[in-house]
């Protein structure tokens, strides 16, 4: 049983930083056994979006247009745990941000599909001012 838990939320003005972490536990990253691990997005009235995935088994990262460039996604298997560093916010950047995960590998092609993710976290809030 995997279970995910974001951290780091908060309220910051345009311009400003956040870092982002999920915490995973009932399983641990290593060589044997490797997922797909991502964060998504959601606003109010809005369809919940990716905005970056990696993979634990090698590294690759994928980004959302909309925030390459300004945000960064990365991993520490030692804690079992993923961030997300954001700069440069924009007020278009306010979400409820998630943490999901399924094992294998992610694909250029379809690592935003959120239909692919079994594992989530509860989210956490972060909303920029303008």
């Known amino acids: 049983q995997v279970q995910l838990q974001e951290s780091g939320g908060g309220s910051v003005q345009a311009g400003g930083s956040l870092r982002l972490s999920c915490e995973a536990s009932g399983y641990t990253y290593s060589y044997t056994y490797s997922y797909c691990m991502g964060w998504f997005r959601q606003a109010p009235g809005k369809e919940r979006e990716g905005v970056a995935a990696i993979y634990t088994g090698g590294g690759s990262t994928y980004y959302a247009d909309s925030v390459k460039g300004r945000f960064t996604i990365s991993q520490d298997n030692a804690k079992n745990t993923l961030y997300l560093q954001m700069n440069s916010l924009k007020p278009e950047d306010t979400a409820r941000y998630y943490c999901?995960?399924?094992?294998?590998?992610?694909?250029?092609?379809?690592?935003?599909?959120?239909?692919?993710?079994?594992?989530w976290g509860q989210g956490t809030q972060v909303t920029v001012s303008s």
């Open positions: 999901a995960a399924y094992g294998g590998h992610c694909y250029s092609g379809s690592w935003y599909d959120k239909g692919l993710f079994r594992y």
